[in-house]
């Protein structure tokens, strides 16, 4: 059974913002060779303007937004593609909670992030990298002036100003000489030798999208708001969560850091602490088991809130939010009924609610919550953020009267600014890409709900079908399987998915059991059996969609990232139905993966019950190579060189196995990306062009 819902709501709405502004020209030749490998389809032949692969780097987005404390303005980092550099492009810019005066505040060639307003709005405190190097500048708002308030060795973040304007407070990694083992006789003057030797004693040595990390820790420091020296408030050695925020006196900043000397071996653990301005002294503020995090201090300091997990051994420990009574230290949780997890909180500016953000059903969403736990939910959706592939995503800010700005995109563009009114449709601040999409014939999204050919099970997804769909004609079918595995799809904008169905594919994409944003027994329903009943999902969903009619039978194929990549290698390996697979940046072989990942322990001790040399058994069962003995499908892997959360050796280990039993096979590395391949807009258009090269081999 097949039940079929309308296409999701487009929430663009054209004010009074200006056009937007591209700061790169394509040059046809170029144009040509990005997309040499779409094949041109009955749209593209009856000229029909669709979405291509050189329009990847025309695109923009809007991204953390931060309303000014009157609320009447907004500074966001508006995100470009740079076609000469092969990069994203940070810059902020400014518009009015009305939509007008939309301006640049900060744009050049550098790098410009987390814009974040002094307490009386007169000054703009950002990150600006220029030359690799990311320091801590303020803007004077009424006069323009700017001022770099920090040299530093290491880049900040986490920046955050103190209630009295007088201080901004940040955290930054502070290195210390490496470990070393063996000394090395004099070198002589001159002399040409080897890099030294390299000595390891952590257990996280590297991480992904940031290489082998420095000896050294984070820590938090204090810098004077008009300039001065940093000073360093943490010194012991631990490590140190993102996000910080300040007592109400401005004398102390409260953090999230996992203090026990044992910390590598209990990676879900974390509390919260207070330093004090003065003398540096560290209070605990919790010590529960779990991990405690994202303070945020109430208007009044009377109250922290925060959020917590639990520290249990499942793949899914949703986060509550809890609130604390700064006096007496006593804690209670405001969403203990609330079947979601919260991802961000921030107060209303009357210091009574709160707002946070959690996914529900494949949607990014906000709610208020009352102090006695009271919620009330709203029904914009944030999304567009995530370019790549259909994530849930989006980002907000509560400032002035209760003004909240967030970003609001769609199936058919990614994110633009909104303002979001009580009771009425959200006003749009931007519309960043109307120039490049206005004129495009873009895929829809149509949202489908299935049972599981298992246990009957709902699941939910969405499809998408080629620009000029004839319902009267049949088409191939892509099936694209999103990662985590507890992450979510929805009905958000999706470069890889528009590419597919440009080239005339129809696109099915799903959250299967595991997913977040069905509550925490849906999410935890694969612990210890994932790679399993997952697979019964999605089979399910291409046989519902099957039955509609327009699906050549005899034309599926199927794709999926990271945990999607587990599923696909799982699929093949239980049947030959797909013409052709693309399994990208896999895991393979679970025991490998988890003595080679960069959050090695927390997979090992979260996702199993034992070390693989305890039981051995287990992690096989539940290994795609496990399998590769009945894999007949044609398949492709695709994997980033320096991936380091699913290592490129899970990826060779298949490709090798598939070559000795003669499975017809390629592997696609691609040089210089991590775990996000979409990092670097060329290197999305490589992996979607490879995808679709690979299945137009097999059509």
């Known amino acids: 059974m097949f039940f079929l819902f309308s296409s999701a709501e487009d929430l663009s709405r054209s004010t009074s913002s200006m056009s937007s502004l591209k700061r790169h020209f394509l040059a046809p030749l170029l144009l040509i060779s990005l997309c040499w490998a779409i094949s041109i389809t009955s749209a593209q032949a009856s000229n029909l303007a669709v979405f291509e692969a050189a329009d990847v780097f025309a695109l923009e987005y809007a991204d953390d937004p931060q309303v000014s404390p009157n609320g009447k303005e907004v500074a966001y980092v508006r995100v470009s593609m740079d076609i000469m550099t092969d990069k994203a492009h940070r810059a902020i810019w400014q518009v009015n909670t009305d939509g007008s005066d939309h301006q640049p505040l900060v744009s050049s060639e550098a790098q410009h992030s987390s814009p974040r307003w002094s307490p009386s709005g007169d000054r703009l405190a950002y990150l600006s990298k220029v030359n690799g190097k990311t320091q801590l500048l303020v803007r004077w708002q009424e006069t323009g002036a700017t001022a770099t308030l920090t040299t530093l060795a290491e880049a900040p973040s986490a920046i955050s100003w103190a209630p009295n304007g007088k201080w901004i407070g940040f955290i930054r990694t502070v290195t210390h000489p490496a470990a070393q083992l063996a000394s090395m006789p004099d070198k002589p003057k001159g002399a040409n030798w080897a890099d030294p030797a390299v000595v390891i004693d952590r257990m996280t040595y590297r991480q992904d999208g940031a290489g082998y990390l420095p000896a050294g820790r984070k820590h938090l420091f204090v810098i004077p708001a008009e300039g001065g020296t940093p000073r360093q408030l943490t010194t012991a050695d631990y490590p140190i969560n993102s996000g910080i925020t300040w007592t109400h006196d401005s004398r102390a900043i409260l953090f999230s850091g996992n203090y026990r000397d044992d910390h590598e071996y209990h990676p879900r653990q974390s509390d919260l602490f207070k330093v004090s301005l003065l003398n540096t002294k560290l209070e605990p503020i919790t010590q529960q088991p779990g991990a405690e995090f994202s303070p945020a201090v109430s208007p009044d300091g009377r109250l922290l809130a925060y959020l917590a997990a639990a520290d249990q051994r499942r793949g899914y420990n949703p986060n509550q939010l809890m609130v604390m009574d700064l006096q007496s230290g006593e804690s209670r949780s ?211 969609l099957l039955e509609q009619g327009y699906i050549n039978k005899e034309e599926l194929f199927v794709t999926g990232g990271s945990g999607g990549g587990v599923l696909t290698a799982w699929i093949v390996g239980k049947t030959d139905r797909f013409k052709a697979a693309v399994v990208a940046k896999p895991v393979i072989n679970w025991a490998s993966f988890v003595l080679t990942a960069d959050m090695n322990y927390y997979f090992a001790t979260t996702w199993f019950e034992t070390h693989p040399w305890e039981d051995i058994q287990s992690y096989w069962d539940r290994s795609p190579l496990s399998l590769v003995g009945n894999v007949s499908t044609p398949t492709l892997l695709l994997t980033g060189e320096l991936d380091y959360r699913t290592p490129i050796s899970e990826s060779e280990q298949y490709y090798q196995a598939l070559k000795h039993r003669g499975i017809d096979t390629l592997m696609v590395r691609i040089p210089g990306a991590s775990h996000s391949i979409y990092k670097r807009p060329s290197h999305l258009i490589a992996k979607v062009n490879s995808i679709l090269a690979w299945f137009e081999r097999y059509r």
């Open 334 to 544: 405001l969403t203990k009924d609330f079947d979601r997890s919260v991802d961000d909180v921030q107060w209303a500016t009357n210091g009574k609610t709160l707002w946070i953000q959690y996914t529900d059903q494949g949607m990014t969403r906000l709610g208020n919550v009352s102090l006695q736990g009271e919620m009330r939910q709203t029904k914009t959706a944030l999304s567009g953020t995530s370019i790549g592939r259909p994530y849930t995503s989006g980002t907000f800010s509560v400032s002035g009267d209760n003004t909240i700005v967030a970003t609001v995109g769609s199936d058919k563009k990614p994110a633009d600014l909104a303002l979001l009114q009580p009771n009425k449709s959200p006003l749009a601040l931007t519309t960043l890409n109307s120039d490049l999409l206005g004129h495009k014939t873009l895929a829809s999204t149509e949202q489908v709900t299935w049972p599981s050919s298992y246990d009957g099970k709902m699941i939910e997804g969405w499809v998408m079908k080629p620009p000029q769909f004839d319902p009267t004609q049949t088409y191939p079918l892509i099936l694209e399987i999103h990662g985590g595995p507890h992450t979510a799809y929805g009905p958000n904008f999706s470069t890889e998915a528009q590419l597919y169905a440009a080239a005339g594919y129809v696109v099915l994409y799903a959250n299967p059991r595991g997913s977040t944003s069905y509550g925490e027994a849906f999410a935890n329903s694969i612990d210890l059996a994932y790679p399993g009943y997952d697979y019964d999902d999605l089979m399910a969903g291409v046989d519902a």
